[in-house]
């Protein structure tokens, strides 16, 4: 009995996105900040750095315009200017780290799963290595030593999240390799890598999807703690962790210079944890119902 047209696949994603509407709402969110981390530096470039001792800690108001609705820094700058513009640079550091550890550590996750023996053996001793130092220690000592630059914060945070991309690409290759169809397209001929990318890496792809989400999330925050402790972006560069840091010489004054930059690190990281559950669930065949379920009821 036919139940209507099919779906497209992105009709489907669409449908089980709206299934969740806290998910909805996050996703919406995020699209926003892309479209302001693309285009909004272009707009408001100059409110965020122009100086303006008139507007100087002014609270936040509509009588100076739009672009001053949520305040004035320390030195008349526009704080809603300065939010859009720091955006750019903080999500640019943290999809460069996330995308850099995802690629490094899925290669030699597979590497490590697929050959086993000795290979596995020295990559996992090395992800060991990396994964006995707290995370924040490491990244602390390295730009003390290095010096705080883009460069240096990105190898930083990616070298530091590898291992958790490897340790998790190498456990689902080394379940996959005892499924059917891979133990057939081995005995088909099939060579190594064709193997690991036709029929591998799309079951591991999922999860890794999922944990780059929250991973993303937790890479903004400690970005964020390393520019507030003043080891991240330099002036004149910023983030919304060294606006946080600027804003703390105010805050009994001045609370906004330091609440809208942490609040939008907070909505951010909030809105990737629920956006990684909703993903975790639509790509289980085994939980789908539930999003399903909720579209069916809609």
């Given amino acids: 009995m036919n139940s209507g047209p099919r779906r497209s696949g992105f009709g ?49 108001q ?22 859009i ?9 943290a999809v460069t780290a996330v995308a850099t550890s995802v690629v490094i550590g899925a290669l030699l996750g597979l590497v490590a799963g697929y050959r086993g023996g000795l290979v596995s053996d020295v990559i996992m001793r090395v992800t060991d290595m990396i994964m006995s130092f707290p995370s924040l220690l490491t990244a602390l000592v390295v730009l003390y030593v ?20 490897l340790r998790t690409t190498r456990a689902e290759v080394m379940e ?11 005995a088909m001929g099939a060579s190594p890598a064709r193997v690991l990318f036709r029929h591998i890496v799309p079951i591991v792809l999922p999860t890794l999807l999922t944990i780059a989400a929250v991973d993303f999330a937790a890479v903004i925050i400690t970005e964020s703690g390393l520019s507030f402790l003043g ?17 703390r010489n105010y805050i009994a004054s001045a609370w906004w210079l330091s609440f809208w930059p942490g609040l939008a690190i907070t909505l951010t990281a909030l809105s990737l944890n629920i956006l990684a559950s909703w993903l975790r669930i639509a790509t289980d065949p085994q939980q789908r119902w539930r999003l399903e379920g909720g579209r069916k009821n809609d």
């Fill in 146 to 165: 290095l010096g705080p630059s883009v460069a240096n914060l990105v190898i930083v945070l990616a070298i530091t999240r590898i291992p958790v991309y």
């Fill in 231 to 247: 080891l991240g972006i330099q002036a004149p560069d910023f983030t919304w962790g060294s606006m946080v840091a600027t804003g």
């Fill in 12 to 60: 489907t994603v669409l449908s089980l996105l709206w299934a969740d509407k806290f998910a909805t709402l996050a996703a919406l969110f995020l699209l926003l900040l892309a479209i302001a981390c693309l285009v909004g530096p272009l707009l408001v470039g100059d409110a965020a750095s122009g100086i303006n001792f008139a507007g100087r800690n002014a609270p936040p």
């Fill in 85 to 93: 513009v720091g955006a750019q640079t903080t999500m640019g550091v």
């Fill in 62 to 83: 509509f009588e100076k315009g739009f672009l001053y609705v949520l305040g004035g820094d320390n030195l008349g700058r526009s704080l809603l200017a300065r939010i």
């Fill in 176 to 186: 996959a390799r005892s499924r059917v169809f891979v133990t057939a397209a081995i």
